[in-house]
């Protein structure tokens, strides 16, 4: 199986900030690799899908880039309703698989 | 719009089961994968199975391979996961998803399964 990890578990940012999120896969995924935010108490919401394509809806300060195995979640400038958790997705195999989310939280 | 709609959460005792149900609507669900994805209290997300448009292929994670089944009815626009044997790490909210290309594009808002004695 294909083991997803994230860094940082957690990341203090302030608004205006431009923060980045990384995402490592066990073996190479090519671009099959998507990113969720998620907000307590909601459902995950996409935000990128293969890598870098920005699912439909999603504001332009979010970008996507990597291949292979290692990955990146960038936010530009931090907006106050970007404050929530995101997890990357791998599905590259049918056995699909999660990091373990980022925290990103108001310094 | 599109919305996926999951119920038959509940409390339940270890070695009980229980069938979850995701009603869904606004696409032609009959043209879709749908997924499973479940998050434990304060937990990250963890994908559960996951089943092909039309029901001819099926993929479970090893946590619950051989314990849970999911199937659909695409008369109804149904998706169902039946949860046999549940362990107390079982319980989390579990999640419907419509998946595009493999991607999870919309989610339902979760059921809460909790298994306790």
């Known amino acids: 199986d294909i083991q997803m990890t994230q860094s940082p578990s957690t990341l203090s940012a302030s608004v205006g900030d431009r923060v980045t999120i990384t995402c490592r896969a066990s073996q190479s995924i090519s671009s099959w690799l998507a990113w969720y935010q998620q907000k307590p108490g909601k459902a995950p919401k996409l935000l990128i899908y293969k890598a870098s394509t920005l699912q439909s809806g999603v504001p332009s300060r979010f970008s996507g880039s990597g291949s292979g195995t290692e990955f990146t979640l960038t936010i530009s400038s931090l907006q106050p309703d970007d404050f929530a958790t995101y997890y990357c997705?791998?599905?590259?195999?049918?056995?699909?698989?999660f990091g373990q989310g980022t925290n990103l939280e108001i310094k | 719009q599109v919305q996926v709609v999951e119920s038959g959460g509940g409390v339940v005792q270890p070695g009980g089961s229980l069938r979850l149900s995701c009603a869904a609507s606004?696409?032609?669900?009959?043209?879709?994968?749908m997924s499973w994805v479940r998050q434990a209290p304060g937990k990250g997300l963890e994908w559960v199975a996951f089943?092909?448009?039309?029901?001819?292929?099926?993929y479970y994670a090893d946590s619950v391979k051989g314990r849970f089944t999911i199937s659909r009815d695409n008369s109804k626009n149904t998706l169902y996961l039946q949860m046999n044997s549940l362990r107390v790490e079982d319980t989390a909210v579990y999640y419907c998803?419509?998946?595009?290309?493999?991607?999870?594009?919309?989610w339902g808002q979760g059921t809460l399964v909790t298994v306790s004695s």
């Open positions: 606004g696409f032609t669900f009959s043209s879709y994968g």
């Open positions: 089943i092909r448009y039309d029901g001819s292929n099926k």
């Open positions: 998803a419509k998946e595009y290309l493999r991607r999870l594009d919309y």
């Open positions: 997705q791998q599905y590259s195999s049918y056995l699909y698989s």
